[in-house]
């Protein structure tokens, strides 16, 4: 159930971000829903790739390269799907941060809301 909810939260939050990033174009929601969890998937499966392959170039920004990783992402699901676009790189970067924001609160309203599960303590 947390997860269903926190996947509408994020959709809702890309919608949102489309509203205020005018490079950021969502067609619909249930466009937002599939980018959100296409979004989701890269994070879990392609991002962490991509912050290996590039530990050097991260070490020596002092991490500030995960934010072109992070814009890279939202940019590469802009390709992959058709309801959702993001017009350029700096578009993708604001929007980006933006979203990540929104999923951190996101996350602490959700912790509040539902409480953390005991560990069998």
């Known amino acids: 159930m947390k997860l269903l909810i926190r996947w509408l939260l994020l959709s809702s939050a890309l919608m949102l971000l489309a509203q205020w990033d005018?490079?950021?174009?969502?067609?619909?929601?249930g466009a937002a829903m599939i980018a959100a969890a296409v979004l989701g998937?890269?994070?879990a499966f392609v991002r962490p790739l991509l912050?290996?392959?590039?530990?050097?170039?991260?070490?020596?920004t002092l991490g500030l390269f995960l934010f072109v990783i992070?814009?890279?992402?939202f940019q590469m699901a802009s390709g992959?799907?058709?309801?959702?676009?993001?017009?350029?790189?700096?578009?993708?970067?604001?929007?980006?941060?933006?979203?990540s924001l929104w999923g951190v609160v996101i996350d602490v309203a959700l912790e509040y809301v539902f409480g953390r599960r005991s560990t069998g303590r």
């Open 41 to 43: 998937l890269l994070n």
């Open 22 to 29: 005018h490079g950021v174009q969502v067609n619909s929601f």
């Open 70 to 73: 992070n814009a890279f992402t």
């Open 51 to 60: 912050i290996l392959l590039t530990l050097p170039v991260t070490v020596l």
């Open 80 to 99: 992959l799907l058709d309801g959702f676009h993001v017009r350029s790189f700096w578009d993708a970067l604001l929007g980006s941060v933006i979203y």
